[in-house]
């Protein structure tokens, strides 16, 4: 390499370095926001949990967590995420108030989410299967937006495609055959 070209690479790496630190320093703003939120919530219903954040990939990763009974923290998770979801989508909103930006913060309460990925990637290791053996697409249940990433990149991951279909709330994942 000339001296010319290893200095344009060297710039570069330089500028992809720099914005992934801009990045990651934008993403754990966000986390700190969501928690100074999650944390005057939890005060005002007057229950127990810690907040730890991370940062995966290109979303804040926020979870309340509780050191002994989780099932105060349930009643924040409701039945089948949905008191979770909406949860998210208002920490989702106060995060945008103090940043200007959309966030895509994904929040965990109780080990909820983590469950769910567990479950749902069996299920999508299943369908694939099916598919493999069937020659034949497998439609899955309507599921959340959350639950259907999860789907596809499990099916991806089994070297098969996937696609979305139908409308809120009944949309759901099809596996199709190789």
Same mark, same amino acid.
């Given at each position: #390499? ?8 060297? $710039?570069? $790496? ?14 754990? @703003?966000?986390? /700190?926001?969501?928690? +100074?939120?999650? &944390? ?10 810690? %907040? +730890? #954040? ?5 979303? !804040? ?10 099932? !105060? ?6 039945? /089948? ?6 949860? @998210? ?12 930006? *959309?966030?895509?913060? #994904?929040? /965990? %309460? !109780?080990?909820?989410?983590? *469950? =769910?990925? &567990?479950?749902? $990637?069996?299920?999508?290791? =299943? ?11 497998? =439609? ?15 099916? !991806? ?22």
């Amino acid at each position: #390499m000339t001296e010319g070209t290893t200095s344009a690479v060297e $710039a570069e $790496a330089e500028a992809t370095a720099s914005a992934d630190e801009s990045l990651v320093s934008r993403l754990e @703003q966000e986390g /700190d926001i969501a928690a +100074d939120y999650l &944390e005057g919530l939890l005060d005002i219903a007057d229950l127990d949990g810690d %907040i +730890d #954040m991370d940062v995966e990939g290109d979303r !804040a990763l926020v979870s309340i967590v509780s050191d002994g009974n989780d099932r !105060a923290l349930q009643r924040l998770v409701g039945q /089948d995420g949905e008191v979770l979801e909406a949860l @998210q989508e208002l920490t989702r909103l106060a995060v945008h108030r103090e940043t200007g930006e *959309r966030s895509r913060l #994904m929040l /965990d %309460i !109780a080990g909820f989410r983590a *469950r =769910k990925r &567990e479950e749902l $990637a069996v299920l999508a290791s =299943k369908a694939a299967e099916q598919a493999k053996s069937t020659n034949e697409q497998v =439609k899955l249940r309507p599921m959340t937006p959350f639950e259907r990433k999860v789907v596809h990149d499990a099916v !991806a991951a089994a070297g098969l495609r996937s696609e979305s279909e139908g409308e809120e709330p009944q949309r759901c994942v099809v596996v199709l055959p190789a």
